[in-house]
């Protein structure tokens, strides 16, 4: 019985100490690019590089701020961000309750279709879409990009959230029409306040991937004023100097509304995906 207990504290303090060694590579990258932050532009072009500042400083955040015009971007980035979760929100709800709700010929292979869409890489989209965009007038227009960035996170959506609607037992929804309540009431005030984990989970999700996002951003604005705030950091990268302090502050600032935005929902996130994982 001792032995047996000495194992599993052995083998908990290796689990442990392997899952740090992954966290801290995994952060590595993360640390770097604070501590560059935080350097004089002096310190950056020193060499050999030095790991810790020698005289930290948070003046290349207002720096890249002001002179990457961040601002503007920034706001860009947000909108689209915001709208592209709205819309793949209310389509994957509707989409996935249906498809959780209702049996139909052919289910397995559409579902297995909606998978399959998100296992090509989206560069071999981009012509395609960019031809299609240009037809519709859609091109240098955040309606082109919102529409695109949807198409991309559409099928998670749908995939994520029928499988938590499959965990909520339809008894639920059946009292309520037995109280009067057609299925579109019982769909909006009972599914989804049910619900609302999962789709916080997924919402999150859609966020990132449109905050996050650079290719089609980069093809599909032309228009400075409505760049996206990824394409705007690459864009400060000039030939002949590179201000790796300010790039590296334009990071960060970049970085943290989706790592706040992360940890405000990160217990909805937890809930929905397990809950939803429950029933395929």
């Not at 002001?66 to 706001?75: K, S």
Request: glycine residues 6%; hydrophobic residues 55%.
């Amino acid at each position: 019985m001792y032995l047996s207990k000495k194992k599993r504290i052995r083998r908990a303090l290796l689990v442990h100490a392997a899952l740090f060694v992954l966290t801290f590579i995994i952060l590595l990258p993360v640390l770097w690019m604070i501590l560059t932050s935080l350097k004089p532009t002096a310190e950056t072009l020193k060499f050999p590089s030095t790991i810790l500042p020698e005289n930290p400083t948070f003046q290349n955040y207002l720096a890249a701020w002001r002179n990457m015009r961040l601002g503007t971007y920034f706001v860009n980035s947000l909108y689209v961000s915001l709208m592209t979760t709205f819309v793949a929100i209310v389509l994957g709800c509707m989409g996935g309750y249906a498809l959780a709700r209702f049996r139909m010929k052919g289910e397995k292979a559409y579902l297995m279709f909606i998978l399959v869409t998100r296992m090509f890489p989206a560069v071999v989209f981009l012509i395609p879409f960019f031809i299609m965009m240009r037809n519709l007038g859609l091109t240098d227009s955040f309606t082109g990009l919102i529409i695109s960035y949807t198409v991309f996170s559409l099928p998670f959506s749908i995939w994520l959230l029928r499988g938590f609607f499959r965990n909520i037992p339809s008894e639920l929804e059946e009292a309520a029409r037995i109280d009067g309540c057609t299925r579109a009431k019982a769909f909006t005030r009972i599914i989804l306040p049910l619900s609302a984990p999962g789709i916080a989970a997924t919402a999150v999700f859609c966020f990132i991937l449109a905050w996050n996002e650079f290719m089609f951003a980069n093809t599909l604005i032309m228009s400075d004023s409505k760049r996206m705030l990824t394409v705007a950091l690459v864009a400060s990268i000039s030939d002949f100097l590179v201000k790796w302090n300010e790039l590296m502050a334009g990071g960060m600032i970049t970085t943290i509304p989706v790592i706040i935005f992360y940890l405000f929902m990160q217990k909805y996130i937890t809930g929905g995906l397990t809950e939803g994982s429950v029933k395929g």
